[in-house]
């Protein structure tokens, strides 16, 4: 018999807004780069476990720089 494994929306970590990824139990994310279309920004994260780490944010420039094009 098989398990129906649950999938979730991948939560923003600075705004918990909802993303457009979907995640289950037993994914796991090293350095992806995930895109947050509420709060505009983007951030390397890892997952495991359903747990999400953020490993490295934007600094202020790159964002601004970005804004400008």
Do not use: G
């Amino acid at each position: 018999m098989m398990c129906m494994i649950k999938e979730e929306y991948l939560l923003c970590p600075m705004c918990q807004s909802k993303t457009m990824l979907q995640i289950r139990e037993d994914t796991e994310l090293k350095n992806f780069p995930l895109f947050c279309p509420k709060s505009k920004q983007d951030m390397l994260i890892s997952v495991k476990y359903k747990i999400t780490t953020v490993i490295k944010e934007p600094d202020a420039r790159r964002r601004a720089d970005n804004q400008r094009k």
